[in-house]
């Protein structure tokens, strides 16, 4: 009995600290994938400890959120009860362009290199927060969806654009470079505003 009421001691008491762990962190919306390779999961598990380090709490679909509704609605939800999203889109679909649903003239060559494609979500996920209007930071595997959607050159706005040079550099080294740090430090700052912005009352009583 002395033993059993430990461990319910024991299980409270690290919720408990969980709670209070999460208290002191703002809540974003970390838009990725699940489908990783070994050296995506570590970049995907370094990001995420830099995100807990700068006190915000990363919430993903559908791994810490799951709700009984549409997909759509569940991302729509997550949006908007978050002040910031981060997308990390990373290569899944290595893809070969066979032919084209129209002719031009002249023909257009059809691309003779495979490129790489993200997932659908990756695409979905960062609009609906930047229409929202949600601090966005976008984080891209090199080459994944170079010319597709929002991650197509001069769609995104470039100062929120950062490449990983997955080929040729190590996850160490891209957390060290200037341009993330740098990109990652004005992106909290904005989620920081963002929250005490959408916190603050509507109405304050003053005298003046």
């Known amino acids: 009995m002395y033993n059993s009421s430990r461990r319910d001691e024991t299980k409270i008491g690290s919720a408990h600290q969980e709670c209070i762990d999460r208290a002191y962190r703002v ?20 990001l995420i400890l830099e995100i807990e380090n700068a006190l915000l709490f990363p919430r ?32 899944r679909f290595k893809v070969q362009t066979v032919e084209l649903n129209e002719q031009t003239t002249p023909p257009t060559p059809l691309p003779t290199t495979p490129v790489w494609q993200g997932s659908v979500y990756s695409q979905v996920e960062p609009s609906m927060a930047y229409q929202f209007g949600l601090p966005l930071l976008l984080v891209r595997e090199e080459d994944t969806d170079a010319n ?18 997955s080929d040729t550099q190590t996850v160490d ?36």
């Open 27 to 46: 809540p974003i919306f970390l838009s990725t994938t699940t489908h990783l390779n070994d050296k995506q999961r570590r970049f995907l598990n370094r």
């Open 60 to 91: 993903t679909l559908p791994l810490s959120e799951s709700y009984p509704e549409a997909i759509l609605t569940d991302i729509r939800r997550l949006v908007s009860s978050s002040y910031g999203m981060l997308a990390v889109n990373l290569r």
């Open 148 to 165: 597709n959607g929002i991650w197509a050159g001069g769609i995104a706005p470039l100062n929120l654009f950062i490449v990983w040079h």
């Open 173 to 208: 080294q891209f957390f060290k470079t200037p341009e993330w740090r740098s990109a990652f430090a004005n992106w909290c700052a904005q989620v920081r505003n963002a929250f005490y912005i959408q916190t603050e009352p509507t109405f304050k009583y003053r005298c003046d």
